[in-house]
């Protein structure tokens, strides 16, 4: 089993007083699954953190708060996104190249677990192998929290120039070799 662990940082162009940080700890098990725990410090209170709900596929989860992670085999173009909810709903889409495509990825369904206190947040996702490209990966790993004001903050390894992209080639910082 191969082990990470990663620090998101805040876009600069969007605010987040009520959070810390956010870790990720990424574990690839030996069967090529792979399983990411996102851990956010700070004041949950201030968040709009979506409750439970029905496990499943939803379109949409981006648009609230929610952890994603984006994977990338070697140099792309195609890379797929990955969307897990607190809720633990879910999305999974496959693009064939920078913002192209984005269709629906056929999959088995991830496991999500999540914990919130009122000092902090602990989504853990557990993707199969059978939802990976085979080999080595890129990885984009991100957060969008959205608060009880209406603001909403995006996180991530690395962020490009402008505003938030995490679907851009610049923001897969992350190298996970194959398994």
């Keep these: 089993m191969l082990l990470m662990d990663a620090a998101l940082t805040r876009h600069p162009a969007t605010a987040a007083p009520a959070v810390a940080a956010i870790a990720v700890a990424l574990a690839r098990q030996d069967d090529g699954a792979l399983t990411l725990t ?22 949409g989860l981006w648009r609230h708060t929610c952890c994603e992670v984006f994977v990338m085999a070697g140099a792309g173009p195609g890379y797929r996104e990955f969307n897990f909810s607190p809720s633990g709903q879910w999305a999974a889409y496959a693009f064939t190249a920078y913002r192209a495509g984005g269709t629906d990825l056929a999959m088995p369904a991830p ?47 690395r962020h490009p120039p402008g505003k938030p992209d995490f679907h851009h080639t610049d923001a897969f910082a992350l190298a996970l070799p194959a398994p």
């Design 38 to 59: 996102y851990t956010l410090t700070g004041a949950t209170p201030a968040l709009l953190i979506p409750g439970p709900a029905t496990p499943g596929r939803a379109d």
């Design 111 to 157: 496991a999500i677990a999540c914990r919130v206190h009122d000092d902090g947040l602990k989504l853990v996702a557990r993707l199969p192998a059978a939802a990976l490209p085979a080999g080595s990966l890129r990885l984009g790993l991100s957060a969008v929290l959205e608060d009880t004001a209406g603001g909403i903050s995006y996180w991530a390894l």
